[in-house]
């Protein structure tokens, strides 16, 4: 149960949007619905570290303003490591794991607010 209190964090994110739940569960739903790290695990494979460094950066942005700790850490972590040019397969699957454990946290959020939004 620790990681699901790491993986959203709603008061903060709440915090963000000025306590507007409807937004912020409608920004959840939208992160939900159209974001993948395919393309990220994709740049790391194909040692195009320019493309990964941005999509590490555009996931960790992301992460930050609705408050997906894990995330927003482990992508922080990867984006520095690319920067280093020692970005490896084995980083993405680990973000892989948390970003599929926050996508199954996120739709409990929606579920447990799905009348806000």
Known sequence: MTDEINLVDMEE???RVLNNKQL????????KDETNISGLADAINAHDLTTAK???????????????????LETQELEAKIKEGIADKNMTELIQITF????????????????AA
């Open 54 to 72: 941005e999509k590490a950066h555009t996931m960790k942005g992301l992460a930050a303003n609705l408050s997906l700790t894990k995330l927003f």
């Open 100 to 115: 599929d454990k926050t996508i199954k946290q996120i739709q409990k959020v929606i579920e447990e607010n799905d009348s």
């Open 13 to 15: 994110g709440l915090k």
């Open 24 to 31: 912020y569960i409608r920004l959840l739903k939208k992160f």
